[in-house]
T-cell receptor, first 115, second 116 residues
Framework: KQEVTQIPAALSVPEGENLVLNCSFT??????LQWFRQDPGKGLTSLLL?????REQTSGRLNASLDKSSGRSTLYIAASQPGDSATYLC??????????????FGKGTHLIIQP | NAGVTQTPKFRILKIGQSMTLQCTQD?????MYWYRQDPGMGLKLIYY???????DKGEVPNGYNVSRSTTEDFPLRLELAAPSQTSVYFC???????????????FGPGTRLTVL
């Protein structure tokens, strides 16, 4: 069964710093990996989608990488801002054949950017 | 486009009551999903649908039912509410075309359900 782990569980940094959030998964037979942002009491906002054949994706100050063979992904946030404060979720779509056709989520990294 | 919409936003149920959580998407997506999110836990897949008339169980389907009569709507039914169903419920959708690539999932704002 696929398991997704996100480290750290929480992170607090001063504004302006560059930071990296980590995601690991146990089964490398994935279709894709998706990073989300969740604000308190809100739904999930899709940030980046990396297909299994891709190594990275970029959107503005965000860059996500994927190393499928080692079961790892990182989300790099450049020049962090207080508005980046949120919980960041990593999820994989896998080929494990469990019969359920959806995403397997990590528990998230709660990020606080101090002004 | 409104994207994925869910109603209601909040609901309190008594044990044994029934209710339907509504989900609608206007993006003409063929795939739709229901997830639940419990505090400190990752989202878990309840049910999903790959098209109108086709539904299947996810990881945690017990206590729930779904139907998909149209492309746009995917309601989730709780028949006999239990305290263990207290959670935040999210509906999502995506488009799966030919070619083997799964596209990104778009989520609704969620329904916060409390069963007392």
């Amino acid at each position: 069964k696929q398991e997704v782990t996100q480290i750290p569980a929480a992170l607090s940094v001063p504004e302006g710093e560059n930071l990296v959030l980590n995601c690991s998964f146990t089964d490398s037979a994935i279709y894709n990996l998706q990073w989300f942002r969740q604000d308190p009491g809100k739904g999930l906002t899709s940030l980046l989608l990396i297909q299994s054949s891709q190594r990275e994706q970029t959107s503005g100050r965000l860059n996500a990488s994927l190393d499928k063979s080692s079961g790892r992904s990182t989300l790099y946030i450049a020049a962090s801002q207080p508005g980046d404060s949120a919980t960041y979720l990593c999820a994989v779509r896998d080929r494990s054949g469990g019969g359920a056709d959806g995403l397997t989520f990590g528990k998230g990294t709660h990020l606080i950017i101090q002004p | 486009n409104a994207g994925v919409t869910q109603t209601p936003k909040f609901r309190i149920l008594k044990i044994g009551q029934s209710m339907t959580l509504q989900c609608t998407q206007d993006m003409n997506h063929n795939y739709m999903y229901w997830y639940r999110q419990d505090p400190g836990m990752g989202l878990k897949l309840i049910y999903y649908s790959v098209g109108a008339g086709i539904t299947d169980k996810g990881e945690v389907p017990n206590g729930y039912n779904v139907s998909r009569s149209t492309t746009e709507d995917f309601p989730l039914r709780l028949e006999l509410a239990a305290p263990s169903q207290t959670s935040v419920y999210f509906c999502a959708s995506s488009y799966q075309g030919a070619g083997g690539f799964y596209n990104e999932q778009f989520f609704g704002p969620g329904t916060r359900l409390t069963v007392l």
